[in-house]
């Protein structure tokens, strides 16, 4: 700072009578002084707690009893997510003073350390955040480790929108937005070009206004940008924003290639002529930036905040459907998997003969097959595959397992979480309520597991049947003989069916075609029949 400069601060020290509220009130004032010379260097320690309210905010917490001391000794042994993520960033903080080779790095980073978690305790809303390791370096670099803690605490709570540096960043991601705007109005050029090269501002931007450009200017700078900060409150990173893409103008305009344009943004102090050193000057040339009110900040930020709203919110429901579709789907898998067990550990019937069964629901044989009748009569019917001469039952079960309808009507079994199926006496005598005969019922049975029909349409296909050309009744040791001569040559439909000792083999095997002759014969007669 020049004697000038000095001289004028004196002077309007002096007005005030070194009182630091009156100065402040003072707001058009100290703000032009600020603009053109910055704090003085050995005044900038005081101005920056007093500006910020952090002094304020020291003298209530102290008449409280919650000084920084007290909340020092309330963080003792703690370790948690913030203190992990803390003790990772201690020594990112790129300034020199934090280093390795410095020779008071050690105590630096015990005080960056001390003031990070005790901020982290102070306020859990916030806790710890990626950045805040720059700010509170660099305010240790120019006042104590007390008055560093509190001047972090104004700058984030009461400096900064609510929202910069919590877990939902709300804030940050308007200003982004209200950043990108401003570029397209002030720079529209730069705009464009970056837009062609499919750069975004949104990672640029976010880095330096979280720090507040801390390690992306110079420490002199930097210093100034913070004077300025401290007196005019954030509007200032939009100013220095579109300062440092104004100085990078010709670098980033003659970039052909993105890796060229991103570098000279995230690096621009790179710059010809020293130019970063002059930002704040840039930053109020009014040639080029023009009019700058807080009100049109403040305009872009509801028009902004509330997008950003609106696709939170749109975030937000497409999460919960997505978990509540997860949660159906895990259930459905969860009743399937109780179906099945329940299926398969439910009791074998050891008797080649069985009618009829009570269990409710859909009917299902030896081998966990299920049939349902058409929509017609929307009934879930299942025919005993026992109740069947062998050949035909071997051909219904081949034409059955090969239906769509069938098929259909397994899922919808399952989709309703059926066992067993109703009795299938009580079905056929809701059919023919006149009575059947035990042939009748069994070309019923046949018939309704060859073509899967309706009901109706079984009673008017069943009474064209001439029931006396029927070849034989079909009688329990006759199943029994032919189950064992048929079982393996057709793949071991019903190798599970008598399943209580183990010893029902098929001996049809080892006659090569020896059982083959009688099932054609057995085959043509149903076929002819049905």
């Known amino acids: 700072m020049t004697g000038s400069s000095l001289a004028r601060w004196d002077s309007f020290v002096e007005k005030h009578g070194h009182d630091d509220r009156s100065m402040f009130a003072d707001k058009l004032s100290v703000k032009k002084l600020v603009r053109k010379d910055g704090f003085p260097d050995k005044q900038r320690t005081r101005l920056w707690f007093a500006f910020s309210g952090a002094i304020l905010l020291r003298q209530s917490a102290t008449n409280e009893g919650r000084g920084y001391a007290f909340i020092l000794k309330s963080c003792e042994g703690v370790e948690d997510e913030h203190t992990e993520q803390i003790d990772k960033d201690l020594h990112r903080t790129g300034l020199k003073e934090f280093m390795a080779d410095s020779p008071d790095h050690k105590n630096m980073i015990a005080k960056l350390r001390r003031v990070l978690v005790a901020y982290a305790r102070r306020n ?167 009019s700058f009110s807080m009100d049109t900040i403040r305009d872009l930020r509801v028009k902004h905040g509330g997008e950003v709203d609106r696709e939170k919110a749109a975030v937000e429901q497409r999460r919960k459907a997505r978990e509540e579709a997860e949660m159906r789907a895990a259930e459905e898998k969860a009743a399937a998997k109780e179906l099945s067990d329940s299926v398969a550990k439910e009791p074998r019937d050891s008797a080649p003969l069985q009618s009829e069964s009570t269990t409710g629901g859909a009917k299902c044989d030896a081998g966990g097959r299920s049939s349902a009748s058409s929509e017609d009569d929307h009934e879930a019917s299942l025919i005993p595959q026992e109740a069947l001469p062998s050949t035909s039952r071997i051909s219904a079960q081949s034409e059955f397992s090969k239906s769509d309808d069938a098929k259909k009507a397994l899922e919808a079994a399952k989709a309703r979480g059926r066992r067993g199926s109703a009795s299938m006496l009580q079905t056929l005598e809701r059919v023919f309520p006149e009575g059947l005969d035990g042939d009748r019922r069994m070309a019923f049975m046949a018939l309704a597991d060859v073509s899967s029909p309706s009901l109706t349409s079984l009673r008017s296909e069943l009474g064209s049947i001439d029931l006396d050309d029927l070849d034989e009744t079909v009688t329990s040791d006759q199943l029994d003989d032919e189950e064992s001569s048929s079982g393996d040559e057709h793949g071991g439909l019903y190798d599970d069916y008598y399943s209580d000792d183990g010893e029902h083999e098929s001996d049809g095997a080892d006659d090569g075609q020896g059982g083959s002759s009688q099932d054609e014969d057995d085959q043509s007669g149903w076929s002819t029949m049905v």
């Open 124 to 290: 859990p809303e916030v806790g710890y955040c990626q950045s805040m390791n720059f700010l509170a370096g660099f305010l240790l670099l120019h006042m104590t480790e007390t008055n560093a803690f509190w001047t972090l605490c104004s700058l984030i709570e009461r400096l900064m929108p609510r929202h910069y540096y919590d877990r939902t960043m709300r804030d940050l991601h308007v200003d982004i937005r209200v950043f990108a705007e401003l570029v397209k109005q002030k720079l529209p050029k730069i705009w464009a070009h970056l837009d062609s090269l499919s750069i975004a501002l949104q990672p640029i931007a976010t880095l330096w206004f979280m720090s507040l450009f801390v390690h992306i200017l110079p420490e002199e700078s930097v210093s100034r940008i913070w004077d300025c900060f401290f007196v005019e409150g954030p509007k200032i990173l939009f100013r220095v924003g579109l300062t440092i893409l104004k100085l990078k103008e010709a670098t980033v305009l003659g970039a052909k290639d993105f890796e060229t344009a991103y570098m000279a943004l995230m690096n621009p102090t790179q710059d010809e002529g020293g130019k970063s050193q002059n930002v704040i000057k840039h930053a109020f040339d009014k040639r080029w930036i023009h």
